[in-house]
């Protein structure tokens, strides 16, 4: 009996061999069958505020971008054709907003630059400011507060706060050459160079005379910003008189003392003196020549403050009289 049983296992087993072996390839698969039912809804995530949206503590229904963005088109930085200059590797630094901010980045003064920037831009929000760089109210951080060193002058530094900023284009790019008693004046472009106000505020650049800092760099906390920019964030970066009643109460507009009327004056008489010396056309330009230190000095002197600074006393009025005295008493002898 136990023999029969194996006998019938071996034979169905042999037969499922066969049968296996006899089975053809797989066929393709069936179509899909229907989706299955939705499952449950998870939990809700947690309720968003807009404080939980960086971008809104700038971009909202204020006018915080957009007055400022009004006040700086009207500005010269943002009306003003300068820019075009950044192409030049010797002007991108500063003649380009783009250049500014890598300038910056790099800690070279616009003397370093290496290469123009194909592109310029106008000094616009993100030369001075770090825009889009936390994506928080923090990127109206200023490019750079750090104490400027005036690469035209050696062992000079401007230290004026946030008008640092400012300073590290805003200064004399030349300084007063004389070989052999004589000064080349071999453009009518020479001069100082455009903007230098953070060097008049340290009472140098000028020629012939020494002169010392400004009470406006010593007591005015960050300098330029304190009067260009204000409490108010004007970014037309006109000086407001109001700026100046906290040490000139009765201030009325920037002619305090009379000090604005005393330079015009004083520089009327050096153009005079320096058109009839041959120096000045009628057109406020330069002549070019070689001329005697003494003569020389007074034509920088007259550029400096005329062309160049243009605050008209105001930025450090005693170094710029004394400037003017000796140039106007060079011309008489």
């Known amino acids: 009996m136990h023999s029969k049983k194996l006998l019938s296992i071996g034979l169905l087993s042999l037969m499922a061999l066969v049968l296996a072996a006899c089975a053809g390839a797989a066929g393709d698969p069936g179509p899909a069958g229907p989706a299955g039912p939705a499952g449950l809804q998870g939990p809700a995530g947690p309720a968003l505020t807009t404080a939980d949206l960086a971008c809104t503590e700038c971009h909202n229904d204020t006018t915080l971008i957009v007055g400022k963005e009004a006040a700086w088109e009207e500005s010269v930085h943002g009306t003003g054709e300068a820019y075009v200059r950044g192409t030049s590797a010797g002007c991108a630094g500063c003649h380009s907003g783009g250049a500014f901010s890598a300038m910056v980045a790099a800690g070279q003064n616009p003397s370093e630059v290496e290469a123009g920037d194909p592109n310029p831009t106008r000094q616009d929000c993100r030369t001075c400011h770090a ?13 750079t507060t750090t104490p400027v060193t005036l690469y035209a002058f050696e062992g000079v530094t401007f230290d004026g706060g946030e008008g640092n900023l400012c300073a590290t284009c805003h200064q ?3 300084a007063f050459e004389v070989t052999d008693g004589i000064v080349n004046w071999d453009s009518s472009h020479y001069g100082p160079h455009h903007g230098p106000q953070s060097s008049m505020l340290l009472g140098n650049g000028g020629a012939g005379v020494e002169g010392k800092p400004a009470a406006h760099y010593a007591m005015v906390e960050n300098t330029c910003v304190s009067c260009h920019v204000g409490e108010g964030a004007s970014h037309s970066f006109e000086p407001a ?25 004083m520089l009327g008489e050096l153009k005079e003196a320096l058109i009839a010396k041959g120096m000045l056309t009628e057109e406020d330009a330069s002549v070019v ?9 007074a034509l920088w002197n007259y550029i400096y403050i005329a062309q160049e600074d ?9 170094y710029t009289k004394a400037l003017l005295e000796a140039s106007i008493a060079a011309l008489a002898e």
């Open 310 to 318: 243009k605050s008209m006393g105001v930025h450090n009025p005693s």
């Open 131 to 143: 825009i889009h760089t936390s994506y928080t109210g923090a990127d109206w951080a200023l490019e």
């Open 289 to 297: 020549g070689e001329y005697p230190e003494a003569l020389g000095a």
């Open 172 to 174: 004399a790019r030349r």
């Open 241 to 265: 008189v109001a700026a100046c009643t906290g040490c000139h109460a009765d201030a009325e507009d920037f002619d305090i003392n009379g000090t604005q009327t005393e330079v015009e004056a």
